[in-house]
């Protein structure tokens, strides 16, 4: 079965501390994974993808097959890091299927 | 460029009246894609369309169908409408994977069903 799995549905995290949100895949084949977040009021957006390895206002993902994880993580939280984030997987067919999404909090 | 836009922004039905929502996309995207987003659910895909002329059921097609106009335009349609389908749409186009699959999303629809 074809699922993406966020355990955390609200992850509140103080100023300055490290993030990490998780996300959980499943996929029999060669998965495709990205990161979209939503701010307040605002369209969701890529923030980032596996494939490019990139990092994006200071966060950054690994693919890890062996845990068939793909947690988003930033070292330092800022105030305006607050959104709502979702963890996406692209299949084979063109289906792009999301998590149930993580509300991150940034604690002043 | 006006990226994915919907219409309309907000609707209020009665249960078992019908409707369209329509999405139309200027990136000449292949693949297009309608979702709902409820509390603590995430976003639901609803129905995709791969390319122009192909549709596929998602996780949740039940009380909808969709029709792939052109490749432009993708439209959601609820033929009954029941106050199960009170949620905010998303329709959304997707790149191919020289420009990294990236989805772009419209605006949303926020439909309430009485």
């Known amino acids: 079965a074809q699922r993406v799995t966020q355990p955390e549905k609200l992850l509140s995290v103080f100023k300055g501390a490290p993030v990490e949100l998780k996300c959980n895949y499943s996929?029999?084949?060669?998965?495709?994974l990205f990161w979209y977040v939503q701010y307040s009021r605002q369209r969701l957006q890529l923030l980032l993808r596996?494939?490019s390895r990139e990092s994006i206002k200071g966060f950054t993902a690994d693919l890890n097959k062996g845990e068939t994880s793909f947690h988003l993580k930033k070292p330092f939280a800022q105030e305006e890091d607050s959104a709502m984030y979702y963890c996406?997987?692209?299949?084979?067919?063109?289906?792009?299927?999301f998590g149930k999404g993580t509300r991150l909090h940034i604690l002043p | 460029n006006a990226g994915v836009t919907q219409t309309p922004k907000f609707q209020v039905l009665k249960t078992g009246q019908s409707m369209t929502l329509q999405c139309a996309q200027d990136?000449?995207?292949?693949?297009m894609y309608w979702y709902r987003q409820d509390p603590g659910m995430g976003l639901r895909l609803i129905y995709y369309?791969?390319?122009?002329?192909?549709?596929d059921k998602g996780e949740v097609p039940n009380g909808y169908n969709v029709s792939r106009l052109n490749k432009r335009e993708f439209s959601l349609r609820l033929e009954s409408a029941a106050p199960s389908q009170t949620s905010v749409y998303f329709c959304?186009?997707?790149?191919?994977?020289?420009?990294?699959?990236?989805?772009?999303f419209g605006p949303g629809t926020r439909l309430t069903v009485l």
């Open positions: 959304a186009s997707s790149g191919d994977s020289f420009t990294g699959n990236e989805q772009f």
């Open positions: 996929y029999s084949g060669s998965p495709e």
């Open positions: 596996h494939i």
């Open positions: 996406a997987l692209k299949t084979w067919d063109d289906k792009i299927i």
């Open positions: 990136m000449n995207h292949n693949s």
């Open positions: 369309s791969a390319s122009e002329g192909t549709t």
